[in-house]
């Protein structure tokens, strides 16, 4: 079978060459009824386009990469969070014929900033996503910026550097957990604090203060700990905040997989949730509808974010500007059957 060319495709339209490979590389300024029959011709003829051609003429890879913290480098490892960024990136990339590329890299590693600059220069990609907490570590934010390559911060946490960011209201939303959970009459209301490095759960600890003091509700310190977001700190924090004489009513924890955790560690001292202890969480991964009871939890936007993130990064490449400024993609509350009235 003879295979199908760009010409097959300009001819069967009646444009010209340049005018195809505008359309198939979803370049502005093309009239919207020209596009049409382009696009027409395109799926009339089954046209694939030859990816190496396209990328030397265009002198685009026509590729972006995701980088973020690997996962499996802690004790119990989530990769819940990972894979709705990923769901995010594909998306918009397969909408603008674009190709994903995954790195998990370590933070932790003293050559991390090399390692990532030697990916860069041999893959050249159009543009960097990079995921929290590395998107809020400016000897790593800088070192892909020195290579010239655009770059997009997803949940940095503060406003460190010149990049554009896509963020949510993490800080807003967690106080309207907690206050949540202070309208269920719960006034010893627990929280577990994530890792120290991911300043956008940070700003979850700030927002269940606000919540507290919006409440009415005298802040203390033994109703905090401190967990690394995986489940197994969120079960060495639940015997901590647990075993306590005066025991809390009710833990919010920084992520999903902590608050799982806690529920594990409830089951195991024979603590009913929700009728002795409310448990609520942050994310909404899929873990939280599969524990039983399935989690209350904040539903945060990754997969919108990281979607938003790819599509101002082409946007950016095509256009040839660079992205300036932020997008802050609000959560919600879901609220399932792990939070309940507090306990007489």
Known sequence: ?????????????????????????????????????????????????????????????????????????????????????????????????????????RFRNKDVCDELTALIEQVRPDGIVLAAPLSNMPRIVDAIAATGTPVVRLSPGTDNGGQYWVSTNDREISAEMTRYLASLGHKRIAFIKGHPKHKAVGNRYLGYLDGLKQSGIEFSEDLVASG????????????????????????????????????????????????????????????????????????????AMAERAVLTLIDSVRGKQPAVGHQIVPAKIQIRDSTGPAPD
């Open 1 to 105: 079978m003879t295979k199908v060319t760009i010409d097959d495709v300009a001819r069967l339209a009646g444009v010209s060459i340049k005018t195809v490979s505008r359309v198939v590389n979803q370049e502005p300024n093309v009239r919207r009824e020209t596009r049409d029959k382009v696009e027409k011709a395109i799926a009339e003829l089954h046209y694939t386009p030859n990816k190496a051609a396209r990328n030397l003429a265009s002198h685009h890879s026509h590729l972006i990469g995701l980088i973020y913290d690997d996962p499996s480098a802690y004790e119990v490892p989530s990769a819940g969070y990972v894979i709705r960024m990923q769901q995010g990136t594909l998306r918009a990339c397969r909408r603008s014929n674009y190709e994903l590329l995954i790195h998990p890299c």
């Open 228 to 303: 690394d977001n995986s489940i197994g700190s969120g079960e060495t924090c639940a015997l901590q905040l647990l075993r306590q004489r005066r025991r809390p009513t009710a833990i919010f924890a920084a992520n999903d997989d902590m608050a799982a955790g806690v529920i594990r560690i409830a089951d195991r001292l024979g603590i009913y949730v929700p009728g002795q202890l409310s448990v609520a969480g942050c994310d909404d991964i899929s873990l939280a509808r599969q524990v039983y009871p399935a989690l209350t939890t904040i539903n945060q936007p990754l997969s």
